[in-house]
């Protein structure tokens, strides 16, 4: 086969869309694997900590909430208690409140850089949400539903966490 300027610019233009077809589906790869989590089993070390949150909800209480914390060495119980109450328990009442497989079972908060967390949350269905939680010099701020500004809440739900349902200016 004889090989024309035309056929060689032809040939580099293809090779270059899958270059780059590989580098994107690569870089992808990537990202789903640093976000799926690991199956393997580890241990509870000073790094890692495991709790049950015993929280009141109106959620059954078959529906247990397991609270892992991965590197937040830093987190001071009194920080644990804020995300608790800021955090945990309104994510666990509101999944319960919608209920079926949105039922939360493990939330798991992961430190990402300094001030800065990512929380995973594990329906009973097995699908997975996420969210960040920035620390500011005043603690944690309050957790905020997927729905934004279109949720529905329970009155029990608006009694309880007004600053969620109504988060002002």
């Not at 990537?30 to 949150?53: C, E, F, G």
Request: with cysteine; charged share 15%.
């Amino acid at each position: 086969m004889i090989i024309t300027m035309n056929s060689r610019g032809n040939l580099n233009i293809v090779i270059a869309v899958l270059l780059g077809v590989v580098l994107v589906m690569g870089g992808g790869l990537v990202y789903i694997s640093n976000r799926i989590p690991k199956t393997q089993t580890q241990s509870t070390t000073s790094q890692d900590a495991t709790q049950s949150a015993d929280l009141e909800s109106d959620a059954s209480p078959s529906a247990a909430l397991v609270v892992k914390y991965t590197g937040a060495t830093a987190l001071s119980d009194a920080q644990k208690d804020q995300i608790a109450k800021r955090v945990v328990a309104p994510v666990r009442d509101f999944y319960a409140w919608i209920g079926g497989e949105h039922v939360v079972t493990k939330l798991s908060i992961e430190a990402t850089k300094e001030n800065t967390y990512f929380a995973t949350v594990t329906h009973s269905d097995g699908s997975e949400e996420g969210f960040l939680l920035n620390k500011a010099d005043d603690g944690f701020g309050w957790w905020s539903p997927p729905c934004q500004t279109s949720c529905v809440f329970s009155p029990e739900f608006a009694t309880k966490y007004p600053l969620i349902v109504n988060p002002g200016p």
